[in-house]
């Protein structure tokens, strides 16, 4: 809910800043469309960088790869950020894939913790993958695009920016509870 309040008001203040301040040979309702027609571009570019990502094997978003490891300069930075107390305001997109990332369902289970942790990979390729791809609408209404189109760009790439760095922080204490999972039903098969 928080991140349409949030898209709301930043079209909303990237409208009103073009009424304020009108460009010169443009009329006066067309910022405004822009706004509109630019923040649903946005969301679909998003969409379809989803779409595709979610389509490539899941071997390589293995939580083993390199990519993923947080070391523990970027675990301070996170500490730093505040990361834990503004977690619950990133919402939670497991909807789309039938994998909700908000709570642990199974934390014992390592089957489970281990497809988390997939999950966890994939949100954090497609959302970092969507900051930069969310500047594609700059070429979609050249007349504005610094006035219209990279507001909402910049936006999308910090609504982006904020679960990658949420995910990122969560994925050491996953990968910590996966490998103890592993361990204990490696014990009790013994």
């Avoid at 304020?20 to 960088?49: C, K």
């Avoid at 289970?109 to 969310?134: K, M, Q, S």
């Avoid at 990122?168 to 490998?179: A, E, G, K």
């Amino acid at each position: 809910m928080i991140y349409l309040i949030l898209i709301l008001a930043a079209m909303a203040l990237i409208a009103l800043s073009n009424l304020v301040f009108p460009p010169e040979g443009i009329a006066l309702w067309e910022p405004l469309l822009a706004v509109v027609l630019l923040t649903v571009a946005v969301i679909l570019v998003d969409g379809v960088f989803a779409f595709l990502i979610r389509r490539l094997p899941e071997r390589w978003f293995s939580y083993r790869r390199p990519l993923f490891a947080v070391g523990p300069r970027e675990a301070r930075l996170y500490r730093a950020l505040g990361v834990k107390r503004w977690a619950g305001l990133i919402p939670d997109l497991g909807c789309f894939t039938h994998f909700p990332k908000r709570h642990l369902a199974a934390p014992g289970d390592p089957a489970y913790t281990e497809r988390y942790l997939l999950e966890a990979a994939y949100g954090i390729v497609i959302h970092a993958v969507n900051i930069p791809t969310g500047f594609l609408i700059l070429f979609l209404w050249p007349g504005l695009a610094i006035r219209v189109a990279l507001p909402v760009a910049l936006v999308n790439a910090v609504l982006s920016l904020l679960p990658v760095l949420l995910l990122r922080s969560n994925f050491p204490r996953l990968v910590r509870l996966h490998s103890a999972n592993l361990k204990r039903s490696a014990a009790k098969t013994e």
